[in-house]
């Protein structure tokens, strides 16, 4: 429509923020407010983006004025978190991982396209400069075939880490790097090199104490014969 989108957002931390700072650039979108179990984070969430305060997720999702909800939250919640907005008849914008499993993604996807809702995927990846060059330059026939694709990612994140982190645990990020920095070019690969085929990988979990893996290397095989590999993670220096 003609009207500005009228979101929420749960618990915008580090990254919600980049997105608050994105939205409030865009006449298309409006804040009608947010929700965080951090008062103080709330708060000043509230007097530097505006909008209003919600006591909760269940409120926030109860608000007929509501259009659509930002979820940058754990991953473990996205799924529910979806769903529940979903069945209010809510559009949802999801940070990346979409879920932590395939059949919860193709559940969600599922009641969206029932509910006739829109679910946005926080990849970002696919829309920055070089791969947009990329993409045309692959399209238009100027890099001849592709042979193989190869790609890096990593940083020092899980350093930080402490027991009490929902980062440490592989029921709440199964993946590891693999869903904090690997889903983006799970994204991108497809993206220039057309549908996969196969994939394997090889996962190791003996730096760190905890049991989410501390590196992983992804291989797919494209249905147009090309290779990509994709190795990241997350216990030492920073590669891109």
Do not use: C
């Amino acid at each position: 429509t003609e009207q500005p989108v009228k979101f929420g957002i749960v618990s915008p931390a580090r990254w919600g923020r980049k997105l608050l700072d994105a939205a409030a650039n865009s006449e298309k979108l409006f804040l009608l407010g947010a929700t965080s179990r951090n008062e103080e984070n709330l708060n000043d969430i509230i007097q530097t983006y505006g909008g209003q305060k919600y006591s909760n997720y269940p409120s926030m999702l109860a608000d007929p004025e509501l259009d659509a909800v930002i979820l940058p939250t754990p991953h473990f919640l996205h799924y529910p978190q979806t769903m529940d907005a979903l069945n209010a008849g809510k559009h949802v914008f999801v940070e990346k991982p979409m879920a932590n499993t395939v059949e919860e993604a193709q559940k969600m996807k599922q009641l969206a396209d029932e509910k006739q809702l829109v679910i946005g995927v926080g990849l970002q990846g696919r829309r920055a400069g070089g791969i947009r060059k990329a993409k045309e330059m692959i399209d238009n026939d100027e890099l001849g075939q592709i042979v193989m694709a190869v790609a890096i990612h990593g940083a020092p994140i899980a350093q930080n880490y402490t027991e009490d982190d929902w980062e440490t645990s592989k029921d709440k990020i199964p993946g590891g790097p693999l869903d904090n920095l690997g889903v983006h070019y799970a994204d991108v690969m497809p993206y220039l090199l057309g549908k996969v085929k196969r994939v394997n990988g090889i996962v190791s979990t003996d730096i760190t104490k905890f049991s989410v893996p501390d590196a992983a290397t992804a291989n797919f095989e494209f249905e147009s014969g090309a290779i990509g590999v994709y190795t990241t993670q997350q216990v030492s220096a920073y590669s891109s």
